[in-house]
Each structure stands twice: as C-alpha cells, then as structure tokens.
C-alpha cells in the first residue's frame, strides 16, 4: 500500500492544499493519520497543540483536532479553517448515539465563511464493526444530497487495515484542479 500512497501524494505535486481531519473523539483519525504515517511518505511536525496535529505531506498540511467535548476551544477552531481546501470528516459508523453531534458540527462547518470553498470527504470509519451503519444510511442521516454549496464525498473505510483510506485520498487529488 505504501507505493499506492507515494503514487497519490505525488499527485498532489508541490504545491501546498491544506486539509484539516475532524471528527469527534474516537472516531479514528489518530489512526488514520497513523496508516499514513506508516507509509513512510510524511513527516510530522510536533504537536502544536493539545488536542491539534500538524502532517506535512510534501507541502501538503494536515491540522486535525478532536470536537468530541472541548467545548472550551470550540471558539479557536476557526482560527485553524482559512485556507482550507479539503475537510476530512471522520465518522465511527458504530457510534449512533453520537451522529446527531457529527451532524450540527459538519453543518456548523459548512456555514463558516473560511471553508466555503472546501470540499469535504467523509469517512465512513469502522466497517469492521458488526452491525455499523453503511456509507448509505450515514449518507442519509447527514443529509449528504441537500449539500449543494460544497463538493462532497463519502468513502467508507476500516482505519485498522487501511482499507478505503487510498479511495478517498483518489476523490481528493481528482478534485485538485477543478475548483
Ligand atoms: P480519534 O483520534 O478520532 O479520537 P483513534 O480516534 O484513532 O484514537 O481511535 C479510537 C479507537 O478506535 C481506537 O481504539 C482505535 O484502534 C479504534 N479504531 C479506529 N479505527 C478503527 C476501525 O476502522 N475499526 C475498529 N474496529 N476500530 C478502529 P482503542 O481501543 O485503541 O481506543
Ligand atoms: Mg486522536
């Protein structure tokens, strides 16, 4: 796998397209940040903040941070959107108590006026799991097709094996170019 992801990130060329990973805590971005690291085709930045990493893939960043409960520094994440290109939503297909919190905080996203030009990539995380929901029914729940205003996809994907994880990094490297 790690040549595939060498082969997408060099797509990306030099130029520099800011990506931000969000998702509530739990939902799996550490690990698939960490299927990335693995890859050997990254480097990281020091964590420049308790709960914000920095990736740099050639010139590509990376600033994830967990929602899940910090409220306090819920009024600084905007301070991390300008610029950004890609959203990287990562959903736990298994956790259904908590997708109306995902819902309002993608929704929240959308309406701010920094990432009206990004494009957003959902992962459906945690395929693995017995009885998780499907790409489709989270599709449904987030109410996916009424989002007009931004190009948007969602990539079902097991963090643990990597499996989706190139499918969606595809959609973002065909969306470089087209806005
Ligand atoms: P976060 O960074 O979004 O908070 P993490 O989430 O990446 O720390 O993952 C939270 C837990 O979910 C971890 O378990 C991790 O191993 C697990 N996880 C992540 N992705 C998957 C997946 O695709 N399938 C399954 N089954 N588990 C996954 P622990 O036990 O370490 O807390
Ligand atoms: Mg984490």
Known sequence: MGLVFAKLWSLFGNQEHKVIIVGLDNAGK???LYQFLMNEVVHTSPTIGSNVEEIVVKNTHFLMWDIGGQ???RSS???Y???T???ILVVDSIDRERLSITKEELYRMLA???LRKAAVLIFANKQDMKGCM?????S????LSSIKDHPWHIQSCCALTGEGLCQGLEWMTSRIGVR
């Open 30 to 32: 550490t690990t698939i």
């Open 71 to 73: 409220e306090s520094l």
């Open 77 to 79: 994440w905007n301070t």
């Open 81 to 83: 959107y300008s610029n």
């Open 85 to 87: 290109e890609f959203i």
């Open 112 to 114: 701010h006026e920094d």
């Open 134 to 138: 499907t790409a489709a029914e989270i």
């Open 140 to 143: 449904t729940y987030l109410t």
